[in-house]
């Protein structure tokens, strides 16, 4: 099924602040801005996307979503992830999508190609709830009708997802696609990505040329 992506960005000052201990606030705002370029072209190569909604109101998304059918919606108050991606759902429905894909903007790692595989078996009543890698997160929604829950992320939202599809007698569906597990909020998380983007530095290449500059070797 076709699927319109959604992806909330924080601005980019106030993001990852738990990574404080690993990198200064310049650093972090590279980082995150990095991140999201890759995610955005992962899902611009995605054949199943028929339309990309970032909700922020970080001035240098406009620098970064640049691609066909990219739409930014504003976020004045710089909500939280829940609520920056119920606004864009919103406004999904009223471009009439049939189905959405909540994305995050810090999984680089992010393959088109599982993308698509997981949006083929989007179906209506069905709630697919990709986990982060320790398995009580959920890092992606995947939705048909794009209403069909509200978006709840945070700590232990994968039980939170579960509980609420039930309620809502939609049919729960846990999509463990690996490119969507790992989400860098921690040092140990970007400890991660850095050994990853070591190895594999094509998957997220504007993350991995900004992790591993000279300067930050």
């Known amino acids: 099924m076709r699927a319109t992506a959604i992806i ?74 829940s609520r920056a991606a119920a606004r864009g759902v919103e406004r999904s429905l009223g471009h009439d999508a049939g189905a959405v894909a909540l994305l995050p903007g810090d999984c680089p790692l992010l393959d088109p190609d599982e993308l698509d595989a997981a949006l083929s078996r989007v179906a209506p009543k069905r709630v697919g ?30 039980a939170r997802h579960e509980r609420m599809a039930r309620a809502a007698r939609q049919k729960v569906a846990i999509e463990r696609l690996d490119s969507l597990a790992l989400d860098v909020d921690t040092p140990d998380d970007l400890a991660a990505l850095r050994e990853v983007l070591s190895r594999s530095p094509w998957r997220a290449p504007r993350t991995a040329a900004y992790l591993h500059a000279p300067a930050r070797a």
């Open 8 to 81: 909330p960005v924080k601005r980019f000052a106030a993001a990852k602040q738990r990574l404080d201990t690993a990198l200064e606030p310049q650093a972090r705002e590279a980082l995150a801005a990095a991140m999201l370029g890759d995610v955005l072209a992962a899902v611009e190569r995605s054949s199943s996307v028929e339309r990309v909604i970032v909700v922020s109101d970080e001035p240098g998304v406009r620098g970064v979503a640049r691609g066909p059918g990219a739409e930014l919606l504003g976020d004045p108050s710089d909500a939280d992830h």
């Open 129 to 158: 709830i990709v986990p982060d890698r320790h398995g009580t997160g959920t890092n992606a929604l995947l939705l048909a009708p794009p209403d069909a829950i509200e978006p709840a992320f945070g700590e232990d939202s994968r």
